[in-house]
């Protein structure tokens, strides 16, 4: 039994956030949006309240999709077919809510294995039919619903059932995993024999290898273990012309990657079954340390000094001030950092080393291996924070937050409930490019807030460093009664984010894909001529527009 | 003014490989091939002697040319098209050698900046004219000829008046730099600012940073700086859609990557004039030490040990026994190495140590960094050498190894002027698949070689280590007239050691490329899935075929 998050939300339906024991957040919010999140939410939308129309699902297809993969495994009830409607972008979310289910796919097709897979690509491609590969379903971009006006039969083909670590080579340090894993699901059958994979994305609990793969995912510890398309040393793939099958060597000069053309491709080449993923011995010591930076410019400057340092931290992340500001305000009454932060450490912070307690910020720099690695990597990271004015906080906020960093996503729920909207937009820029579109995009959001006329609220933290320069991720927030027609003045403002990336020297997208969402301005950021390859091979590969289409490049939009 | 590599072989005309100096090759070479390398070499050919038909190009292209890149920068003079017709594989040597000259280009063009190479394209697609991409021309894949039938005008466009580092970014650690600038040149202009590229594949000297995109290239010291498929962070590419120009972001999540597609493509999808490059800073210390290790199995297991510690050397590299020996015996009368090994160690290694002189690996291992840093490597790998048995013999075997690096390719003429063919094979795979990898295609060689009825040599090295595996570099050679004819013995035996590769879990090429030496077999490689993948990429880009046919997927070989 494959399980799947709340048909309207995130997660597990006994996990919700509440503000209730963070006394700070209530004044917070009210202070930088307005909103009272002490009143009573409005609750979740009731499922017999949705108008489900029936699937259309021609006999012949249903037949076949039956003899592929069991009558047990072909779903056709209203339940699952809304569960598979959308991925948990915040217009998911609003739509949901709103009872607009979009287009639903007609059935929902679990497969057992690769020739299960196959055998409903082919019975999907005789009848002409839209195959839409689902994972955890966490994608925030739309990358898992149907076009709109699709007239043909929609499948949406969960991959929840092969969710099994099928080997692992000890010597190569490597192991092959199925594509439908989930990652606490994967990461516990490799802990088992002392491995990890290292990939933790904030979508952990509720994503899987294959949709990491799908949509060049990156984890929190990227800076160690890589991003998931340096981790994906081989993938299986079931394709209109048969089932791909690269090699898992460690690098190879065998014409345009084909590996990479499957990372980020969303379905739209295939469904990958299988991948043979990079892992790595569960390290003997793991610190994750906390450290406040006076400001923000100083802040960024350190990390770049720390990516060009030989030192090699697992993590490297800051907040902004507000980001900083809104962590001090949602930690727990009596929990480590509140205690820290009481303990005299913002007096200190603020009379001995002349911090702006507004302008401060929060970071986490993770360590791992041998003690004696630990110990230098610490040292010398040590040196380049105290060079630009940080401070070592110690461990205990390092440790709440690796405890609760896959419990933000709820917090957009809550404020549905409460009446506002926040969403997330993330980009990767060089490091002499970051300060400034920070800034810009800043601004940006701030004359979007004023256009559409709401007390609007924006932060950041920069994750994953690289060589050359690191991932921005926004976080912004405004109130709103909770309606379709709210998603119109959320446009302005995602919009006024995503053109300041691409007009900033940005990128669309880190780590989140492009999906509909991001669709638009995807020439502008690999260029037109860019697209015109992307399309090429699209075209090439899936000419009746049968595998998910409508994703990345726009359907109609072609070649040359 | 554009320089180039001698018409009919490797590198400058004024140097050349001499075994006079070396006093134990000749005694090596005849035991071990039966060679004598002290007759009288047979001279290279003589210009005059070779027979070129004249150019067939249409008056209106011509004039086009003229238009786009000025008179004095289209050639259509006989040394000008031989020096375009090949790259430098042996094949090539041999037939040039023979005079057998192939497709020759009709034109070779030079075009001064990218307006110009858009000038030369666009003339190229109006009269359905082939365009070949040219570099530095050590291609040793086959990937700069015309396919031998082409009835279509042939141009040659040669980028090496695009030789300039454009920009430095100093605090992204990245660099603009010219597709046409040679390996040397490069570098300079990077030192001279205090910067190196650190990619220092064996053809440094004669290979332009296009050419290592284009094909996918690996420098020696790859364990620190990347393949260039991680160097290159952005390229330009003048495509039949326009210019292709990607972000110099560090990662992004936007659809499959077009930068990737564009590495490895050998000028299937268009022209690339431009890319931007991680560069590092100097470093203060750089140290190649020596090591002796008792047996190849062992020395395997070390390479291994080391790639998954936490030391991160720049070079990894062990010769098997048979390359040992062979370096031995090339090391110069007087040399470090030579009295090093007269020394007494050959003693010490024997008496004290118990090692089978016959038996055993030499390996290079590289550190740079800070002198803390550098120690600190030093001392991790220090240990896993020791544990498996292995010797450190100091820095004067790996100082004169990276004096002479680029020395190499010479050898190969020098081996044809004498009668013997000598070539090199290439793969990667991972850890748990190297020695098997290593003893049968060792033995397919041997077997080979019985087949044709010769004395036939081989040997191998590892270098290039990554998380999961290795690359794996064999050179084979055996006596024969140098002629046509023996390039149906040659192809026996390389073709027992590619499919070798195949059969062992291996690819088809770490970083030579496929051109058209190793199309046939790209589909075992990537699966056939994989090769209708590439297929629809170059079909859909490139319908004409008119951008460097017949390389890397065959033209006729279609998708899906």
Redesign the interface.
Same mark, same amino acid.
């Given at each position: 039994m494959v399980e799947h998050m709340k048909w309207w939300g995130w997660g597990r339906e006994s996990v919700s956030f509440s503000h209730a024991d963070k006394p700070a957040l209530a004044p917070f919010i009210r202070a930088n949006i307005g909103l009272d999140i002490t009143r009573p939410p409005t609750q979740a939308p009731a499922f017999g309240d949705l108008r489900v129309d029936g699937p259309v699902l021609p006999d012949g297809l249903r037949d076949a999709l039956v003899a592929a993969v069991g009558a047990e495994h072909v779903h056709t009830d209203a339940l699952e077919r809304v569960v598979h409607a959308y991925g948990k972008s915040l217009r998911d979310l609003v739509r949901i809510r709103a009872g607009d289910l979009g287009r639903l796919p007609d059935a929902v097709v679990y497969p057992g294995g690769e020739d299960e897979v196959r055998a409903v690509l082919a019975a999907a491609l005789v009848a002409d039919a839209v195959v839409i590969p689902f994972g955890g379903g966490s994608n925030i971009s739309g990358s898992l619903e149907a076009p709109r006006g699709e007239t043909r039969p929609v499948l949406s083909v969960d991959l929840g059932r092969l969710d099994r670590v099928l080997d692992i080579?000890t010597?190569?340090?490597?192991a092959r995993i199925q594509a439908g894993a989930l990652g606490p699901n994967l990461e516990e059958q490799l802990n088992a024999q002392g491995w990890t994979l290292g990939h933790f994305p904030d979508s952990f609990s509720h994503s899987t290898l294959g949709g990491w793969i799908a949509?060049?995912?990156?984890g929190m510890q990227s800076d160690k273990y890589g991003?998931i398309?340096e981790i994906t040393?081989a993938v299986r793939?079931v394709?209109?012309? @048969?089932?791909?099958?690269?090699?898992? /060597?460690?690098?190879?000069?065998?014409?345009?990657? /084909?590996r990479?053309?499957?990372? @980020?491709?969303?379905g739209r080449?295939g469904l990958i079954t299988e991948a043979t993923v990079?892992v790595h011995r569960v390290p003997e010591e793991r610190t994750i340390l906390g450290y406040f930076f006076p400001t923000w410019d100083e802040a960024l400057i350190a990390m770049?000094e720390i990516a060009?340092s030989?030192a090699?931290p697992t993590v490297t992340r800051v907040a902004d001030p507000g980001e900083t500001r809104f962590s001090l305000a949602t930690s727990k009454k009596g929990s480590p950092v509140s205690r820290l932060v009481s303990n005299g450490l913002k007096q200190y912070l603020a009379r001995v080393k002349h911090f702006d307690l507004e302008r401060m910020c929060l970071s986490f720099i993770g360590f791992e291996?041998?003690p004696g690695?630990v110990r230098?990597q610490r040292k010398v990271v040590g040196e380049i924070v105290k060079r630009h004015g940080g401070v070592c906080v110690g461990t205990s906020p390092g440790q709440l937050y690796d405890q609760k960093k896959f419990d933000t996503p709820y917090i957009r729920d809550f404020l549905l409930g409460q009446g506002a909207l926040a969403d997330v937009s993330e980009?990767?820029?060089?490091?002499?490019?970051l300060a400034t579109l920070y800034t810009g995009v800043v601004a940006r959001a701030h004359k979007a807030f004023d256009e559409i006329g709401v007390k609007g609220w924006i932060m950041c933290h920069l994750s994953?460093s690289?060589?050359?320069?690191?991932?921005l991720y926004f976080t912004f927030a405004f109130t709103s009664p909770v309606a379709l027609e709210a998603l119109e003045r959320y446009d302005v403002v995602k919009s006024a984010v995503q053109q300041g990336f691409l007009d900033l020297?940005?990128?669309?997208?880190?780590?989140?894909?492009?999906g509909t969402e991001?669709a638009a301005w995807?020439g502008e950021?690999?260029?037109?001529?860019?697209v015109?390859?992307?399309?090429?091979?699209f075209?090439?590969?899936d000419p009746g527009h049968n595998l998910n289409p409508g994703k990345?490049?726009p359907s109609g939009s072609t070649?040359?």
């Open positions: 080579d010597d190569a340090r490597l949509t060049r995912s990156s991003d398309s040393r793939v394709t209109p012309a @048969g089932v791909l099958v690269t090699r898992a /060597v460690p690098s190879q000069s065998t014409g345009p990657s /084909v990479e053309m499957i990372l @980020g491709s969303e080449l990079q770049r060009e030989e090699a291996g041998s690695h230098i980009t990767s820029t060089s490091w002499s490019q994953h690289y060589h050359s320069g690191a991932c020297g940005g990128t669309l997208s880190h780590h989140h894909a492009v991001h995807l950021d690999i260029s037109p001529a860019g015109s390859l992307v399309s090429a091979l075209e090439g590969v990345i490049v070649a040359g």
